[in-house]
């Protein structure tokens, strides 16, 4: 049974699972949208979401080993983590784009580009005003993907 109490939480517990659930996956985020750029300009074919699924379960299986009574928050904390992961992992090749263009590197380690792209996809406003098939199925992608995270943290 999931916890819910706010004692119960420990701050060892808290302090690792904000490292594994929130940091890491945006580190590997980067590695991987910067992995996804290659397979796009070399095999011309997009991976993304598969690197996204297997972040997500990976994210979750390295939180849950990092308790050892779930609760509520960790949960909370590890989707946040996930979602911010998959804002990453999308906007990395886009941003490498970018890198050639004479940005310079500093451009990746802007946090709000990444807070920039995660509104825009998740703003139900854009949906209506471009509404794509892509667009769903990539709303689709990231509900599915991060349920699977989160559900490995229970």
């Known amino acids: 049974m999931i916890d819910k109490s706010i004692r119960n939480i420990h701050l060892r517990d808290l302090i690792f699972v904000i490292l594994y659930g929130v940091l890491l996956p945006a580190l590997f985020g980067l590695l991987l949208g910067l992995i996804e750029y290659y397979v796009i300009a070399f095999l011309g074919f997009s991976f993304s979401f598969l690197f996204f699924w297997i972040l997500a ?55 709000e580009i990444y807070f920039m792209f995660i509104f825009t996809m998740l703003n139900p406003i854009n949906w209506v005003t471009n509404f794509s098939f892509d667009l769903v199925i990539s709303l689709l992608m990231l509900i599915v993907g991060t349920y699977l995270g989160v559900k490995r943290t229970l």
């Open 57 to 111: 379960v990976v994210t979750g299986a390295l939180v849950r080993k990092q308790y050892e009574k779930p609760h509520l928050l960790y949960s909370i904390l590890t989707g946040i983590g996930i979602v911010f992961a998959a804002g990453v992992l999308f906007a990395v090749p886009i941003l490498w784009g970018y890198l050639y263009d004479g940005m310079g590197i500093s451009v990746f380690f802007e946090v």
